[in-house]
């Protein structure tokens, strides 16, 4: 008993660490399991470092759904800031009646107005939008795909089964889609031990 419980707190432990830094390689910790233990302690450590992985995805996910909400907060907090600065700005230019553009320099919001000596600035020409990068159009990619309760449980699932896409970024997305929390972790679940079980069975049974 005290082996058992000793390697599933190994697994458990091996498969939560492998879930949160990527350098730890969670399926040669599997074969590892099912390459030196007898057959019941491999499977339960396998199955023990599927729920360790379930539990440090079910963490990416809840960081990506509490950081969607923080900068919700602090995005309303810049706008309520801004819109009082442009209602103040606007009720002291009234109250001090001082003509702002009236050409004596001051230019516009668009780049035009005058020099000073009277002679008026072309408008500056709109900066033209940066194009989204690789990995800005990937996320956006894979955010649409998931779009919806079912078609997001699907994604998880195949993502955590086969790896594709990376289950970080699955996680990541599934929280900031604000998806189910049981339906994320049951798909994760059952996707990681089927993986691991599909690796750790041909093992176990040549040894």
């Known amino acids: 008993m005290v082996e058992f419980l000793g390697v599933v707190a190994a697994a458990l432990g091996t498969g939560f660490v492998s879930a949160v830094f990527p350098l730890v390689n969670a399926e040669v910790a599997v074969g590892a399991a099912a390459l030196g233990l007898s057959a019941p302690l491999a499977w339960a450590g396998v199955v023990a470092i599927a729920l360790g ?23 309303s907090r810049r706008l309520a800031k801004a819109e009082a600065s442009r209602v103040d700005a606007g009720g002291d230019g009234a109250a001090r009646g001082d003509g ?29 939008p940066r194009p989204p990068g690789r990995w800005k159009r990937a996320g956006t990619k894979l955010l649409d795909s998931m779009r919806g309760r079912w078609r997001t449980n699907a994604v998880v699932l195949l993502s955590a089964s086969v790896g594709l896409p990376p289950l970080a970024a699955t996680s990541v997305a599934a929280g900031l889609l ?30």
């Open 100 to 128: 702002v553009g009236r050409g004596d320099g001051v230019g516009r919001g668009d780049g035009s107005g005058t020099d000073g000596g009277g002679k008026a600035r072309p408008p500056r020409p709109p900066r033209s």
């Open 53 to 75: 992985q379930t539990a440090g995805k079910i963490v990416i996910y809840e960081v990506s759904r509490g950081g969607r909400n923080l900068g919700n907060f602090w995005r």
């Open 178 to 207: 604000r998806s189910r929390r049981i339906d994320f972790a049951v798909c994760v679940a059952i996707g990681r031990i089927g993986r691991f079980a599909v690796i750790a069975a041909p093992i176990i049974a040549l040894t």
